[in-house]
């Protein structure tokens, strides 16, 4: 049986959390939710999850530099982040890959296309090819 992967949801929001959250443990993740970039960092702190979906706009630390700091941090390089976000201009997409983001999707997410990133980077990273967008 193939070991569990663990995904880190950070969003201020705490519907999506739990939605987000139900519907990757029916797809067989573990799903690990932050409120904030501070909380998302405080969890990764106790183990690197398989990917981060994370929220840009919330309180105390917003995504961008939560982003930044998941970056700046050596033992976290291949952890892929996927944005999600309503704020979806061209300069919202280009500052998310500015600070270290793998993939930007704009709000309503849709699961599918959630689904198939999360595989896709999960994949990347067996193969070791977790850099490449």
């Given amino acids: 049986m193939p070991e569990q992967k ?17 519907a990757l443990t029916e797809r067989g993740f573990a799903a690990l939710t932050a409120a904030n970039g501070q909380e998302g960092l405080a969890r990764i702190q106790k ?8 929220d840009v706009v919330m ?4 995504g961008w530099e939560t982003c930044r700091q998941i970056r ?14 309503h704020k979806n201009t061209p300069q919202d997409l280009l500052r998310a890959f500015e600070v270290g983001a793998n993939e930007f999707l704009g709000k309503p ?11 896709l ?13």
Wanted: no cysteine; net charge negative; charged share 25%.
């Fill in 59 to 62: 309180p105390v630390m917003d």
């Fill in 6 to 22: 663990t995904i880190l949801i950070i969003d201020d929001s705490e519907l999506t959390r739990s939605s987000l959250h139900d």
């Fill in 47 to 54: 183990g690197a999850p398989d990917v981060v979906l994370m």
């Fill in 121 to 133: 980077h999960i994949q990347r990273r067996l193969d070791g090819t977790a850099g490449l967008r």
């Fill in 72 to 85: 700046a941090a050596a033992n976290l390089q291949s952890v892929p982040i996927i944005i999600m976000t």
């Fill in 109 to 119: 997410i849709d699961m599918e296309e959630l689904f198939r990133v999360i595989d």
